[in-house]
């Protein structure tokens, strides 16, 4: 159980919550409704393998970046209590169980799977050569409601894009909040960020344009269905004034609140209101 429990905060299963409701949103919207219980249970377990994935290889390839990092110090392959040659196995079992499901659903998700792979994973390359990295984790995770999408429907025809352009300035601005607390490190290290970049002050203003962006392209991607996804509109907006409300440049202390709680309720409202609002639909 302490095995478990080390690799369960290795791979951040909790963050699992930032993706999974999109691609499960994704599905719904092609399905009117929910998918069934066969392609809901492959767009499950193939998005938290993939997540496993990159999760774990950017623990892998960020190790001794991490091990120098005070924050990351303590992390399990940083210490070494979890070996590197376990890990990569994990990253080729998890890959290999994501394209097995991608199989599973339909042929386009299985062709698609390649180039979901190469941008999760290769998002952890990136800090080392551009500060817009945050965008590309952004565009890695704005695959998540296509997956669900495809895995439905079989074919990207009507595909709400302004969905993916949300999920994508959403993710990037959480990260840059996020990537507030390595500021000082990332420019010791010679790492590229946006907070490396323009400072904490100037990297929340950004993050907080990143936002309305990404709740201009939520409202835009679901204007259309109704009351109820209206009001969790309403309420992931909320969730995304709040969180940066509580983070300044010269106070980073609730910053945990603001990337896990407020934005896990952001991704968790709209799903739920857009199954809502499809229920009242029929």
């Known amino acids: 159980m302490s095995r478990l429990k080390l690799w369960l905060e290795t791979i951040k299963i909790s963050h699992s919550v930032f993706a999974l409701p999109f691609a499960l949103m994704g599905a ?3 399905a009117g409704g ?4 066969r392609v809901a249970g492959w767009t499950v377990l193939a998005a938290v393998a993939v997540r496993t994935a990159a999760m774990t290889f950017n623990r892998l390839v960020d190790r001794r970046l991490d091990a120098a990092n005070p924050r990351t110090a303590a992390r399990a392959l940083a210490t070494g209590a979890i070996p590197a040659r376990e890990a990569w196995l994990v990253v080729a079992v998890s890959s290999a169980v994501f394209v097995t499901a991608c199989a599973a659903l339909n042929p386009l998700t299985l062709r698609i799977a390649p180039i979901v792979l190469a941008l999760t994973l290769g998002y952890s390359l990136t800090k080392r050569f551009t500060a817009l990295a945050h965008l590309v984790l952004g565009a890695a995770l704005a695959l998540a409601p296509v997956g669900g999408w495809v895995a439905t429907a079989g074919t990207l025809d009507g595909y709400p894009v302004a969905l993916s352009l949300a999920v994508a300035f959403w993710v990037a601005g959480f990260d840059v909040v996020y990537a ?3 500021e000082a490190y990332d420019r010791r290290a010679g790492l590229h960020s946006i907070p490396a970049r323009l400072g904490k002050a100037g990297a929340l203003r950004l993050a907080r344009g990143f936002h309305v962006l990404a709740f201009a392209g939520f409202a835009w991607a679901g204007w259309n269905l109704g009351l109820p996804f209206l009001v969790g509109l309403v309420l992931a907006g909320l969730a995304l004034a709040y969180e940066h409300a ?9 910053i945990q609140v603001s990337f896990l709680t407020m934005n896990g309720l952001v991704s968790a409202v709209l799903f739920a209101a857009t199954w809502l609002s499809l229920a009242v639909r029929g």
């Not at 509580?246 to 609730?254: E, F, K, M, N, Y």
């Open 28 to 30: 719904f919207l092609a």
């Open 34 to 37: 929910p998918p069934g219980w």
């Open 180 to 182: 507030c607390l390595d």
């Open 246 to 254: 509580i983070v300044r440049a010269d106070d980073l202390s609730r």
